[in-house]
């Protein structure tokens, strides 16, 4: 009596144990296999050979409790629960990318290892600042947009002659771009001359400037294949104390100026490992990058307004520039 109460006692517990595996769909654990292991020292305690005279019955039922568990554990990768998006961004924002090249920068941040250096790198969108100027100036109902199959050749209308060429005066340095804005004349006096978007370069114009201490804070490359570079003076950037600075497109290969703008646009690609192309918004460097060389022409902007060219808090408070850039190293 005792050893037929004792099957059916083991029997109906591998049953239930069955049942709620086939309900729960529990995930493989130690506890899985304790069905097995109490059969086992129930036996045992009881000295009977129920096992053996049995083992073909309770075998059966021993692997339809491990198939159960096995098509558990299934159901239960297949019902697995991924991190939300919110989380994975939380996670890349502990974990930023580090990249060696611009060229290898996915989405809108990432950590620029250059020069024994790490660099902070964001992208930031701005509207495009040359497309404003050309409508503005000569074709008003025409739609720019973002050079996309890029060319290097200068694309623009606006003043163009002085855009593509070099001042013929020789050249000055100064110790920093402050230094340098203080040699120039008011925005409120340039802006009273009378500089249409045919001129050519003015006389307050007519100079090569040097500048032996700066640091690059942005850069963007714009429709009519000119590149922004918004430079200044040692962190934190002030408007009084950045300066936009531009790498024009190239003039045609029979221009005096041609093979230095050419050297100057080459040297932004090798240096970045990208050109731009398509990118419709500005790099930005926290630190900024020392810049070791910049050399270029004067040129007064009369359709890019003071507090109007380059990223948020990045904006130069005058309409005076460098452009176009003859030198530039970083």
């Given amino acids: 009596m005792q050893k037929t109460e004792l099957k059916r006692t083991i029997l109906l517990y591998l049953i239930s144990q069955l049942r709620i595996r086939l309900r729960a769909h529990q995930t493989v654990t130690s506890i899985s296999f304790i069905p097995f292991l ?33 098509f558990s554990c299934n159901k239960n990768n297949e019902n697995k629960v991924e ?36 660099i902070n790198v964001t992208r930031v969108e701005v509207p495009d600042e040359e497309a404003q100027e050309e409508r503005a ?3 008003p109902n025409t739609v720019i947009t973002t050079a996309t199959g890029c060319s290097n050749t200068f694309s623009g209308s606006a003043r163009a002659t002085a855009k593509k060429s070099f001042s013929t005066s020789a050249m000055v340095s100064y110790g ?5 804005r203080s040699t120039l004349q008011t925005d409120v006096y ?47 950037g002030t408007s009084a104390n950045l300066f936009n600075c531009e ?18 646009r080459d040297f932004i690609k090798n240096r970045f490992g990208t050109d731009f192309c398509g990118q419709s918004s500005y790099t930005m ?17 009369i359709d890019h307004a003071p507090g109007t060219v ?19 190293a970083f």
């Fill in 137 to 139: 100036a000569s074709m």
């Fill in 285 to 301: 460097f926290s630190p900024p990058l020392p810049v070791t060389t910049l050399h270029g022409s004067l040129f007064y902007d």
């Fill in 190 to 236: 340039m802006s009273a001359l009378p500089i249409t978007n045919s001129s050519n370069r003015v006389s307050q114009e007519n100079r090569n400037v040097a500048v032996t201490t700066s640091y690059l804070y942005a850069i963007k490359r714009e429709s009519d294949n000119d590149y922004h570079l918004i430079i200044g003076d040692a962190a934190p």
């Fill in 310 to 328: 380059g990223p948020t808090g990045f904006r130069p408070n005058t309409s005076w520039e460098m452009h176009p850039i003859s030198a530039i």
């Fill in 247 to 264: 790498i024009s497109g190239l003039p045609s290969t029979s221009s005096s100026s041609y093979n230095t703008i050419k050297a100057t």
């Fill in 83 to 118: 991190p939300s998006s919110g989380q994975s961004m939380e996670k890349a924002a502990v974990r930023p990318t580090v990249i060696t090249s611009i060229a290898d920068m996915k989405g809108n941040s990432a950590v620029w290892f250059t020069n024994g250096k790490y």
């Fill in 38 to 70: 109490r059969t086992f020292i129930i036996c045992n305690q009881y000295k009977t050979n129920l096992m053996k005279k049995h083992s073909v019955y309770i075998g059966i039922i021993s692997l339809a409790t491990a198939a159960t568990v096995i």
């Fill in 176 to 180: 920093s771009i402050v230094s340098l």
